[in-house]
């Protein structure tokens, strides 16, 4: 869990991930789009992160859980396939906007060690994208855009950071070169 304060954090949190409910859920119908209504035991709905990690690991001593929690879709096997075949051309952001913090918040809750590794190549792979592009603008404004567009929040802020040390570092070397 991170800090009860940042909004990445918060935002994270708030990313929808597939539930089935072990329990019937009296009066919950509006949860799978039946108002007024039952939600059945088995019913398939998708809720908050931070709401189906407290009905999953909240249960009483010898009773089923309330919900089991799913991987959500942005980290599903299909998209594990496709950052394992190339990560450069995933469109992280349309999966999630905080790819990777949802990435780590789903490897407290599961362990998945092939995940682990895949989600961890990928960023290093990207981040290579990523620092090129930050050092050369015309590259970004150029066949660049489509991939900077993908970039989920954790990347957008890599990218900065990186931009603004090149900038730094052309600026100074513009210093030197007339002293």
């Not at 859920?25 to 509006?30: A, C, D, F, I, S």
């Not at 709401?51 to 879709?73: K, N």
């Not at 592009?133 to 066949?143: I, L, Q, S, T, V």
Request: hydrophobic content about 40%.
């Amino acid at each position: 869990m991170g800090s009860y304060y940042d909004i990445d954090d918060i935002l994270t949190d708030a990313q929808k991930a597939p539930c089935t409910f072990e329990v019937a859920g009296p009066g919950l119908g509006y949860l799978d789009g039946n108002a007024g209504g039952d939600l059945k035991k088995g019913s398939k709905v998708e809720l908050p992160l931070w709401l189906g990690e407290m009905l999953a690991v909240s249960q009483r001593m010898g009773t089923p859980p309330f919900i089991v929690l799913d991987i959500p879709t942005a980290l599903s096997h299909r998209v594990m396939n496709a950052l394992k075949a190339d990560p450069r051309t995933v469109d992280l952001r349309a999966l999630a906007p905080h790819f990777y913090l949802l990435g780590a918040r789903i490897l407290e809750l599961f362990e998945e060690e092939e995940m682990v590794e895949i989600l961890s190549e990928t960023f290093k792979r990207r981040a290579a994208e990523i620092a090129d592009h930050a050092h050369n603008p015309r590259g970004a404004m150029g066949e660049g855009v489509e991939f900077l567009r993908g970039l989920d929040e954790t990347e957008r802020q890599l990218f900065r950071a990186a931009h603004d040390d090149a900038k730094a570092m052309r600026a100074w070397m513009g210093e030197m070169k007339r002293k």
